[in-house]
């Protein structure tokens, strides 16, 4: 087994489901081509919920003739999971019909407990409860679940006892099982996932459900912020050891947030003093970030913030620019941070909170600790309040630059493109402009308030949305409506479509001297101009920031699919990029 392999089954292990892609796209560009390698790499994306693309790849790589049953059992995961999402109806049923006999096939040929237990809590889903009997009463006999000796073989010892209706022995063996675990948070919310969905076929309650799982469910997920205020050791203990009881009391194993001296850094030491995940999110240059939230603070601080960037998980740039004197550069750092704990939450099976030593006084803009509890709480999130009490907040901030002066805003921005436009002959030219360009412009017209400002040249199109959601909502129905088209009538045979990339953030807004329109530009349209050129046709390409906001503004409506670290177009960098659908769309739904 390689390092990569270790690497990315211990990023699974976390929950860290994108760096565990990430691992196997790097050792698999670098040669690896081993079934073990590619398996995580379909189990990660399994995990991630793109159910289409791990079963292309799961067939590509030949896993469903492996000898190892936990690969081959990696197929009949994926068809159960595109089971589960199929309404209730004899199509559900059918397909959960069809990955039982895939779980019970390798079970009978392996006799590993694994795809048994699976073809058993199927079994019992899909109404075939003798079946489920049957199987469960020959997985409690194999030795391994009779006497269990690791985490697994507990947790399968529960499901089996759980299909038998022997609840309390079924709880009695996930308290087992919460002992043997250590930190493979993936395997707990795995298990939490599948025992839920049975708890709740068989009939149990939430009250009891939550109470069967409490023993194997995994570390939740916060988001962080706190008021920015000078150092006082006596202060400072006792918010510390308010935040250590919450943290403790909330079984806190992720956060994360930015590193402003006080509250944002008292959290984040002690989420790494606990041993948790500290995930860094500045919203702009390390340096500038320092010269604002820290330096005004005390210059100790600065040293705390340095050893919280140490001993990170990760960190990231909201945006790489400077501070430009606009406060919408901090409000928008905080919104990706929300989105990004939002987004592990999921892959974690859980709901995500916040944590925010605030004083209880709204703030009067858009930046501050009071406005980013009023946006977590205005898209129903809770939030848990520490109050500081009596500490010293009066800081100097460096001046702010001229630039300040100038309109900015935050929003999404979307530029397509149609490959193949310059190859089109002279006389299709003014079908494709009344034909294509005008079921472009439709849609931005049905979505009039949404769109901030457009602009066309050629083929291609630059438009800027008041928020994600209304962003993607066009982005989509843009491409909804060009798949309709029949790109015959420009003498081609077949057309992928448009490419469209995404993006959000901050940018000037003022009125184009050229054309008298509203306008945006900056530093965060011009990363947008570099995402629709890698973009495949028909498909719509966005930003992890994109994502994130989405993933916060609108919960349940889409789905953004990760493709892997890619580099944009005219060295641009190389930056995380997702596949939008919505979710409506996804096959099994």
Known sequence: MTLAVDRAKAAIARGDLITAYDETVSAIGEGDMSAAIRHQQVLALARMGDTERAMELFGAYGLDRSDDPHQQAVGARLLKDRALGIAPGPDRDNALGAAFEAYRTIFAESGDPYPGINAASLAA???????????????????????????????????????????????????????????????????????????????????????????VRPPCVIHYCGHMFAADPVAEAGIRAAIDRRLADGNIGFAY?????????????????????????????????????????????????????????????????????????????????????????????????????????????????????????????????????????????????????????????????????????????????????????????????DVLCRNSWGD?????????????????????RLREFDYRTLGLADSGGMRIGAHYGPAYRSLDPITGRMNFYGTEVSRAARIEPVTPPGAVFVTEPFAAILALEAPGHFQCRYVGRIALAKGYGTYPMYRLTRLSDCPGR
């Open 125 to 215: 889903l899909g109404g075939r409860n003798a079946d489920a009997r049957a199987i469960a009463i020959d997985i409690l006999a194999h030795p391994e679940v009779a006497d269990p000796g690791d985490y697994y073989m507990a947790a399968t010892c529960a499901e089996a006892l759980l299909i038998l209706g022997r609840v309390d022995e079924g709880a009695d063996a996930l308290r087992r099982a919460g002992t043997m675990i250590g930190d493979d948070h993936g395997a707990r919310s795995t298990t939490c996932r599948q025992l839920k969905l049975l708890a709740r076929h068989m009939g149990l309650d939430d009250d009891r459900v939550d109470h069967l799982l409490a023993a």
């Open 257 to 449: 947030g930015a590193l402003a001296a006080g509250g944002d850094i008292l959290i984040a030491e002690a989420i790494v003093a606990r041993g948790g995940e500290l995930h860094v999110v500045l919203p702009f240059a390390i340096d500038e970030f320092i010269g604002q939230s820290v330096r005004p603070a005390g210059e100790q601080w600065i040293e705390r913030f340095e050893h919280c960037m140490a001993a990170a998980s990760s960190r990231t740039l909201a945006t790489e620019m400077a501070f430009v004197g606009d406060p919408d550069q901090f409000a928008y750092g905080s919104r990706v941070a929300m989105g990004l704990a939002t987004l592990r939450a999921q892959h974690l099976g859980n709901v995500p909170q916040q944590l925010a030593v605030w004083d209880g006084v709204p703030s009067h803009g858009s930046a501050g600790t009071g406005a980013d509890v009023a946006v977590w709480r205005i898209r129903g999130g809770e939030t848990i309040v520490i109050d500081p009490g009596d500490v010293d907040r009066g800081l100097v901030r460096p001046p702010v630059q001229d630039g300040a002066a100038h309109e900015r805003a935050l929003a999404a921005i979307l530029f397509t493109d149609f490959p193949g436009f310059s190859k089109l002959a002279e006389a299709v030219l003014p079908a494709f402009w009344g034909d294509v360009m005008r079921r472009i412009a439709d849609v931005l017209n049905e979505h009039g308030e």
């Open 460 to 480: 291609a199109l630059y438009a800027v949305a008041s928020s994600a959601a209304g962003a993607a909502e066009i982005a989509l129905t843009l491409q909804s």
